[in-house]
């Protein structure tokens, strides 16, 4: 069993910048692939970003290319997700989730979950 537990939302300005974080307590962390979602409303929960177990091998979003960058610490047992450039369309609530494959992962097929951490871009 894993548990997710996200921090860093909250409300900023368009152009400016945060920092998630998704920690995870529980056994073999470093065994999963980790990714965040995010969920506007009215919308549908859509994939952000996915890392794989060791790190090597990220994956993101067309929307956030090139904007967003996830990361993690295994010493740590925690995931981040460095969101710069934000704007209004980056508003909603962020998920943490794990899975056993990249692939899975990036389908949204995630054994885990965070409860969702709330982030809002005014312009």
């Known amino acids: 069993q894993v548990q997710l537990v996200e921090s860093g939302g909250g409300l900023v300005q368009a152009g400016g910048s945060l920092r998630l974080s998704c920690a995870a307590s529980?056994?073999?962390?470093?065994?999963?692939?980790l990714g965040w979602f995010r969920q506007a409303p009215g919308r549908e929960r859509d994939f952000v970003a996915a890392i794989t177990s060791s790190g090597h091998n990220t994956d993101y979003a067309d929307s956030v290319k090139g904007r967003f960058t996830i990361s993690r610490d295994n010493a740590k047992s925690t995931v981040y997700l460095q969101m710069n450039s934000l704007n209004a369309e980056d508003t909603a609530v962020y998920y943490c989730?794990?899975?056993?494959?990249?692939?899975?992962?990036?389908?949204?097929?995630?054994?885990?979950w965070g409860q969702g951490t709330q982030v809002t871009v005014s312009s």
């Open positions: 529980g056994r073999a962390f470093s065994n999963y692939c």
């Open positions: 989730a794990a899975a056993n494959t990249f692939g899975r992962l990036r389908a949204g097929d995630a054994i885990y």
